[in-house]
T-cell receptor
Framework: NAGVMQNPRHLVRRRGQEARLRCSPMKGHSHVYWYRQLPEEGLKFMVYLQKENIIDESGMPKERFSAEFPKEGPSILRIQQVVRGDSAAYFC???????????????FGPGTRLTVL | AQKVTQAQTEISVVEKEDVTLDCVYETRDTTYYLFWYKQPPSGELVFLIRRNSFDEQNEISGRYSWNFQKSTSSFNFTITASQVVDSAVYFCALSEARTGGFKTIFGAGTRLFVKA
């Protein structure tokens, strides 16, 4: 059973460009979470999605950031018009449906390291 | 409000020493989960343990052990006989049930250096 997959692992963008980060959850997992880790800091929650629904986006910046988890395909975190302050590691995690307590452990992907020049 | 505090920013020990990483949390929920994750220099996040709020039994896994104390809202992590490979950043996290899923808050992490 493959783990959570993220691509690309490293992404370099110039200021003003768009960044698209992809996350494929573990098989059978219906919940996806995105976190951002700034250099030398902990992980900060951004958004929580289920298939075709955004459940909680309270950690997402109001502008330039968006996320989706379509019925088919990976979850996408999109950052438009990137700025240097967006440089960070972006981690995706997935969990199974919250049934019988199994839904509480999040399994993390390897992360995408975004560098904005 | 949810909060996780890891007061130790960095710890440096010599190999074979025991080391305890502290974690204190705040929550108003009665049902919650606590986690420890390891982030080695390669950057990935490795799940170590999950503990639910109704299970205060301490746990031991090899050289790792965890002490959950609800009375003090602490979930401390001890590495016995530390090794150089234990050098990493360790994150404590708190997860509370939300509609259909769980929202997780991470502490700022403790960077552990184990010197040979």
């Amino acid at each position: 059973n493959a783990g959570v997959m993220q691509n690309p692992r490293h992404l370099v963008r110039r200021r003003g460009q768009e960044a698209r980060l992809r996350c494929s959850p573990m098989k059978g997992h219906s919940h996806v979470y995105w976190y951002r880790q700034l250099p030398e800091e902990g992980l900060k929650f951004m958004v929580y999605l289920q298939k075709e629904n955004i459940i909680d986006e309270s950690g997402m910046p109001k502008e330039r950031f968006s996320a989706e988890f379509p019925k088919e395909g990976p979850s996408i975190l999109r950052i438009q018009q990137v700025v240097r302050g967006d440089s960070a590691a972006y981690f995706c995690a997935s969990s199974p449906p919250a049934a019988g307590g199994r839904g509480d452990t999040q399994y993390f992907g390897p992360g995408t390291r975004l560098t904005v020049l | 409000a949810q909060k996780v505090t890891q007061a130790q920013t960095e710890i440096s020990v010599v190999e074979k020493e025991d080391v305890t990483l502290d974690c204190v949390y705040e929550t108003r929920d009665t049902t919650y989960y606590l986690f420890w994750y390891k982030q080695p220099p390669s950057g990935e996040l490795v799940f170590l343990i999950r503990r639910n709020s109704f299970d205060e039994q301490n746990e031991i896994s090899g050289r790792y052990s965890w002490n959950f104390q609800k009375s003090t809202s602490s979930f401390n992590f001890t590495i016995t006989a530390s090794q150089v490979v234990d050098s990493a950043v360790y994150f404590c996290a708190l997860s509370e049930a939300r509609t259909g899923g769980f929202k997780t808050i991470f502490g700022a992490g403790t960077r552990l250096f184990v010197k040979a």
